[in-house]
């Protein structure tokens, strides 16, 4: 008797509860801000890019929380400043969103495009009326 399942049709593999934890740990390390906590978890090779369910990576979390040190961290481990999660946003529109100009300079500084995503973050500060971010934005 063969397997008659071929090699590509088979279910992707479910991670197991310890890798699981441990992606919670990090996306709620990027949430809460505790940048040591995510920095001790990067620097021994966890990805800087992991995303969530909902395509959120740990550079959104942060961003859209308002961590300027922690977007700084993730940044510098190889965080995409353009990533965009399921629904289109970016970390930079997540950020003026909320109303995080000091996040929104840290992404621009690092390469982060204002008109990238859906709304993009040139649209929504121009929404809300954020004079001071599309300053920023240029």
Same mark, same amino acid.
């Given at each position: 008797?063969?397997?008659?399942?071929?090699?590509?049709? #088979?279910?992707?593999?479910?991670?197991d509860e310890e890798t699981l934890a441990l992606a919670h740990t990090l996306f709620d390390a990027a949430r809460n801000g505790e940048t040591e906590l995510l920095r001790s978890y990067l620097n021994a090779g966890a990805p800087a890019t992991l995303t969530n369910s909902a395509g959120d990576s740990l550079l959104? /979390?942060?961003?859209? &929380?308002?961590?300027?040190?922690?977007?700084q961290l993730? /940044? &510098? &481990? %190889? %965080? @995409?400043? =353009?990533?965009? =999660?399921?629904?289109?946003q970016t970390p930079l529109a997540g950020a003026v969103f909320k109303g995080y100009? @000091?996040? *929104?300079?840290? /992404? /621009?500084?690092?390469? !982060?495009?204002? @008109?990238a995503g859906t709304p993009s973050a040139?649209? *929504? !500060? #121009?929404?809300? *009326?954020? !004079?001071?971010?599309l300053e920023l934005l240029g």
């Open positions: 008797m063969t397997d008659s399942t071929a090699p590509g049709d #088979q279910a992707p593999q479910q991670p959104m /979390l942060a961003a859209y &929380h308002g961590f300027a040190e922690t977007v993730i /940044l &510098h &481990h %190889g %965080g @995409d400043a =353009n990533a965009a =999660n399921d629904r289109g100009s @000091d996040v *929104a300079r840290v /992404l /621009l500084d690092a390469g !982060a495009d204002p @008109d040139r649209a *929504a !500060a #121009q929404m809300f *009326a954020r !004079a001071d971010i």
